[in-house]
Structure formats: structure tokens, C-alpha cells
């Protein structure tokens, strides 16, 4: 099933911050954040483990809380290169397949 | 590290043709590989799961017959479009676990079909 991503689309100005919601029905073995820019394929961002955890690198990361099956990724200070769509992927067990939201399109504007 | 490679990046073919697509991990073993399809502004979806040395498992609505997988060693992964129509047009792309490094799924730079 797949995860629901709120919000579909958002605009920042650079410098801004900006949050993007990753929500599942299902217990959650996993959740993966990519970033796609346009005609390229997506690039591994990072991977939260079900125990519930947080992660990041530079001015991006992240957060998996295991209760409410829900994840969410944060953008600190976004700079130009951070425009592109941005999808979740959940791992719902051991056999490993990702369900991919149906993506954020983030847009940074100079 | 952990680079996966596609080729060919993009393919024009003529209707009722079949098309080769290949995966391969170029700096780790991959016993598992995926085999994802994106149409324009969509998210990817999953077709199959490909084991080395095994069938692949389709995932449903996807027909086998129609989307050959081949996963003859640890390092490549191939994907043949039997018989490709105008509909079959997408990016295809790949990812593969390096099962020495965890969960991850790395992404090839995907292989761009259009069929006329």
C-alpha cells in the first residue's frame, strides 16, 4: 500500500526550512528518502529503521516515529540545489521492496 | 562506492521489437535487484524483484511474459521488453542491496524507453 506524502508541492525562497510527511497504515520496517531531480534517477538521501530514530547529514534530516507509522523529512536553510521531488520509501518487512509515495516537489527559489 | 550502472541510458525501438535493458552493480555483489517503471510526473513503481540465480517475483499486474527478468549472476540484473508497444514507453529504472552494507537500495541512472 502505498505511503501518503503531504504536501505535494512546495515553493521556499532560499534559506528557507521546509518539512515533508511520509505517513503509512502499515507497520513500517523502514522508511527511505530519495530525491529525483528531473529526467535523473533518484539519489539515496537516508534510511530510518523501525525502532524509531532520527538522522541527518548537513542541513538534512530526518525522523521515524514508530507509533504512529509516520516519517518526516527536514530541510534546514535550502539551498538551490535541494530543488527536485522527493519521495519516501517503505519497507513493510524482510522482504525488502520499497513502495514509493507519490512524491514533493520542492522548488527553491532564489 | 556502491554504484549501480544501466545500459543502454536511452533506446528507440520500432513496435512489436524487443528491448534489452541491463543492471549491473559495478563495485559490490547484489543478490537482490529491482526493476522499477516511472511514467512522466509519477512516482516509480515496483515491477519485479529479482534474486540471483531464482525466477524474479512480479508484482501484480505486471506480465511476466511480457517483462523478461534475468538474474544470472551477482553483478547484473537484465530486464527484456518482449514484443514493446507505444504503451511500454517509460524510464526504467534499476536498484540493487549491497547485502554487506544494510538496507539501502542503490539506484542506476535509469534507461529511458520510447517505442514508435
Known amino acids: 500500500q502505498q505511503p501518503v506524502q503531504s504536501p505535494q508541492a512546495v515553493i521556499l525562497r532560499e534559506g528557507e526550512d521546509a518539512v515533508i510527511n511520509c505517513s503509512s497504515s502499515?507497520?513500517?520496517?523502514?522508511v527511505h528518502w530519495y530525491r529525483q531531480k528531473h529526467g535523473e534517477a533518484p539519489v539515496f538521501l537516508m534510511i530510518l529503521l523501525k525502532g524509531g530514530e532520527q538522522k541527518g547529514h548537513d542541513k538534512i534530516s530526518a525522523s521515524f516515529n514508530e507509533k504512529k507509522q509516520q516519517s518526516s523529512l527536514y530541510l534546514t536553510a535550502s539551498q538551490l540545489s535541494y530543488s527536485g521531488t522527493y519521495f519516501c520509501?517503505?519497507?513493510?518487512?524482510?522482504?525488502?521492496?520499497?513502495?514509493f509515495g507519490s512524491g514533493t516537489q520542492l522548488t527553491v527559489l532564489p | 562506492g556502491a554504484v549501480v550502472s544501466q545500459h543502454p541510458s536511452w533506446v528507440i525501438c520500432k513496435s512489436g521489437t524487443s528491448v534489452k535493458i541491463e543492471c549491473r552493480s559495478l563495485d559490490f555483489q547484489a543478490t537482490t535487484m529491482f526493476w522499477y517503471r516511472q511514467f512522466p510526473k509519477q512516482s516509480l513503481m515496483l515491477m519485479a524483484t529479482s534474486n540471483e540465480g531464482s525466477k524474479a517475483t512480479y508484482e501484480q499486474g505486471v506480465e511476466k511474459d511480457k517483462f523478461l527478468i534475468n538474474h544470472a549472476s551477482l553483478t547484473l540484473s537484465t530486464l527484456t521488453v518482449t514484443s514493446a508497444h507505444p504503451e511500454d514507453s517509460s524510464f526504467y529504472i534499476c536498484s540493487a542491496i549491497d547485502g554487506g552494507r544494510g538496507e539501502t537500495q542503490y539506484f542506476g541512472p535509469g534507461t529511458r524507453l520510447l517505442v514508435l
Open positions: 502499515k507497520a513500517l520496517y523502514s
Open positions: 520509501g517503505t519497507v513493510l518487512g524482510s522482504a525488502r521492496q520499497l513502495t
